[in-house]
């Protein structure tokens, strides 16, 4: 998650730039719910073409992890769509406890808390026979191992 992070500050920040470029902007807080959806866009494009071309993202690729569908195929654009979109309840059902907790309270430094709540993603993997992700389930597609076999000699 970290590797991916690192990538997609960079698409984040080329997004934004040209945001700001193109409206004007000196400010993040200018134009913000459009400033949001289209990052929200821009990271679903990278994920789904990513998956689409090779069923990997470039961390996914350096980890020998490889997306499929339930039936171990290549998954279809709205598995992918699906996929990008039931990603984020839990972090954001997450980010939302640490704002009520925050608020509730009043320990303002708790808002450092916000940094784990990706990190949610993982606890229904804890429950899973497979230990696939929830959002994989639901989409009908599986993170599989693509760790080349080496031959027997």
Do not use: C
Request: glycine residues 6%; charged residues 15%; aromatic residues 14%.
């Amino acid at each position: 998650m970290i590797y991916e992070g690192i990538l997609l500050f960079g698409v984040v920040f080329i997004v934004s730039t040209i945001f700001d470029i193109l409206t004007e902007s000196r400010s993040a807080l200018m134009f913000r719910h459009s400033r949001q959806a289209l990052i929200f866009i821009a990271i679903g494009l990278y994920f789904i073409l990513s998956w689409q071309s090779k069923s990997k993202t470039l961390p996914m690729k350096t980890w020998h992890m490889r997306l499929v569908s339930k039936t171990g195929g290549k998954p279809n654009l709205w598995q992918l769509l699906w996929r990008y979109l039931l990603l984020w309840p839990l972090p954001l059902l997450g980010a939302l406890a640490i704002k009520a907790l925050v608020q509730k309270t009043g320990y303002t430094p708790a808002d450092l808390f916000i940094v784990v709540t990706p990190f949610t993603l993982f606890i229904p993997t804890w429950f899973s026979r497979d230990g696939q992700f929830l959002h994989d389930r639901i989409a009908g597609t599986r993170l599989v191992n693509d760790r080349p076999t080496q031959p027997l000699r």
